[in-house]
């Protein structure tokens, strides 16, 4: 039951409360693997200070890995490049090299406003993985902030056949990087 509320209290943007029931609740709801998806919710929208208050769950035995990815997901909304970059080495040590790295990087440096080299990470990406739809929409963000126009509309069209979208579906996405 508790679960049920958590979950509805997220959906309906009541973190507050949320928080406050997965804390009250803390050992009942551990036991669901939900509880994991929420609580990072719930610290990224409550806590005052994030990092600090993720790293309070490794008093709990938690894997390094959650941390760790919760962090970088944190460093990449806050535009924190190095943060991200330190994140990345750390997770490499579980994981390996991987380019999906290559993305998140620069998604961090997208949001840092650093776009030439955000389309640096973006290429270097592609040399290691297909051409996914995170790389073509940050690099469409990235031509469009730099006022490029015909290197956006160029890979704006590359949609139809990548992705097999139509003339009025581009349209909208163009629209929507664009404002």
């Not at 998806?37 to 035995?61: H, M, Q, T, W």
């Not at 490049?81 to 330190?86: I, L």
């Not at 929409?137 to 006022?147: D, K, N, P, T």
Request: one cysteine or more.
């Amino acid at each position: 039951k508790n679960m049920i509320t958590v979950s509805a209290l997220c959906q309906h943007q009541d973190y507050a409360q949320m928080f406050q029931l997965l804390n009250e609740q803390k050992t009942q709801l551990q036991e669901f693997t939900d509880y994991y998806k929420f609580y990072p919710i719930g610290l990224y929208e409550c806590s005052k200070n994030f990092v600090a208050d993720l790293e309070k769950l490794r008093d709990e035995n938690v894997d390094e890995r959650f941390i760790l990815y919760h962090k970088l997901c944190y460093y990449i909304g806050q535009a924190d490049v190095d943060a991200t970059y330190s994140t990345i080495v750390e997770l490499m040590n579980y994981t390996g090299d991987d380019p999906i790295y290559w993305v998140l990087y620069a998604q961090a440096l997208t949001a840092a406003k650093n776009y030439r080299d955000a389309l640096i990470a973006y290429n270097t990406a592609k040399q290691g993985m297909d051409y996914i739809w995170d790389i073509w929409v940050g690099e469409l963000q990235c031509y469009a902030r730099l006022g490029d126009k015909e290197t956006f509309d160029n890979c704006l069209g590359a949609g139809k056949n990548l992705y097999g979208m139509k003339d009025e579906e581009l349209a909208e996405l163009a629209a929507k990087i664009v404002r």
